[in-house]
């Protein structure tokens, strides 16, 4: 009897699925779009959104408010505007979202950052990351108060409650091509994907400017491209300063006693630069598609000892609040001039999940470079004192 209970489940359950192909989940916007469209090959292109950092994207507006968005190696998506119809002789390549997009499944965490500069954490209906993990206070609540559910981690999803939402975009970090099962079986239920790249941007600034991304999602265009312009804006005085001639290190140190840095090529010695200092390891690289590297404490030592600035990253390891706490991982760094001047500083725990800040954290540094009285505590760093928390 159990057995033949399973095997109606079973049946129940591809029933769904079944129902999930036909109409795909928020099926009745498709199915009330899905004949109604113009031409495609009629719809002049209006304006190719400009893009000043970014290179992972492109975005293009066509009559009627159709958009097109274009991530290399993830794919094309055209934003259908709420009551128009799905264009005729689209290519096959390109996946038509409904809008308003307001039932979406998010794991790319970082990607939250802009939903809740934009006003729009409400869209996100199916959350790949429980309460515990969220920094986002605004998604922590959301959670909290049941409007937004958690439906399971990215590689692991609920996909009964994701149908059963009508979820109308899956919105995945590059980590999804680790289970690509996962992304497979999701279309298979008319659930878009979306492989986010904004973590492949290089520069810091083309990481905030997916924020242009998000609006055009969320019909919030116009203001997604004003709140980024802000930004850049408040940074934009420091590229004509002279460079301050000071030396940061970026580190944490590993439970195995390694020191974890980022590479040359990565984006927060980027902001380094940007912030007028010079990046304590100005070559390193490895053979890796991670932008970080893993070194001995000895090979640390060599490099970063004579740093004007160490930056704790807090991320991985948890936060630090004293010198005494970083040196209890390890008595070699007692030695370094930034310690023995005081000048050792580390990043909140909240700062990866808010790229939207990227902005302020190179204004931290650069206050922490030039300001001998900067406060113990800015935006995105705080001070290790001899003191308590």
């Known amino acids: 009897m159990k057995t033949r209970g399973k095997k109606i489940a079973c049946l129940l359950l591809l029933g769904a699925l079944a129902l999930g192909l036909l109409f795909g989940c928020g099926g009745e916007k498709q199915a009330a779009a899905a004949a109604t469209g113009p031409e495609w090959s009629t719809l002049a292109a209006i304006r190719q959104v400009p893009l000043k950092h970014a290179t992972q994207f492109s975005l293009t507006e066509y009559e009627g408010g159709y958009t097109l968005l274009d991530i290399p190696t993830s794919g094309r998506f055209l934003i259908v505007p709420q009551g128009a119809g799905l264009p005729q002789g689209l290519d096959d390549d390109v996946v038509p ?48 108060d049941g409007s937004m559910i958690f439906a399971g981690k990215y ?173 209890q991982k390890s008595a070699f760094l007692k030695d370094f001039k930034a310690v023995q001047t005081g000048n050792v500083w580390c990043t909140g725990k909240n700062l990866f999940q808010e790229p939207m800040g990227l902005g302020k954290l190179i204004l931290d540094m650069h206050r922490v470079l030039t300001d001998e009285n900067a406060p113990e505590e800015l935006t995105y760093l705080h001070k290790l004192t001899d003191g308590g928390k």
């Open 155 to 327: 590689s692991a999803p609920d996909y009964e409650l994701i149908f059963a939402e009508k979820c109308d975009l899956a919105i995945e970090s590059t980590m999804i091509y680790h289970s690509p099962e996962v992304k497979e079986q999701l279309e298979k239920l008319g659930v878009p994907v979306l492989v986010e790249r904004s973590s492949y941007e290089e520069d810091p600034l083309g990481r905030m400017e997916w924020v242009k991304v998000y609006g055009a999602l969320l019909g919030k265009l116009p203001a997604a491209e004003a709140l980024f312009d802000g930004e850049v804006q408040a940074v934009e005085p420091l590229l004509d300063q002279p460079k301050t001639g000071k030396t940061v290190a970026f580190f944490y140190i590993t439970t195995t006693g390694t020191v974890n840095v980022r590479k040359s090529s990565d984006y927060v010695p980027r902001m380094i630069a940007l912030a007028g200092g010079d990046y304590a390891f100005p070559d390193l690289s490895s053979g890796s598609a991670l932008s970080t590297v893993n070194m001995t404490m000895e090979s640390f030592y060599d490099g970063a000892r004579d740093a004007d600035v160490l930056i704790y990253n807090s991320t991985i390891d948890g936060e630090l609040f004293t010198l005494s706490e970083l040196l």
């Open 97 to 144: 979202l409904y809008a308003p997009l307001d039932r979406m499944y998010l794991a790319a965490t970082s990607s939250m950052d802009f939903f809740r500069a934009l006003g729009s954490v409400g869209a996100v209906r199916l959350s790949g990351t429980d309460v515990n993990g969220w920094y986002i206070e605004e998604a922590k609540a959301a959670l909290e």
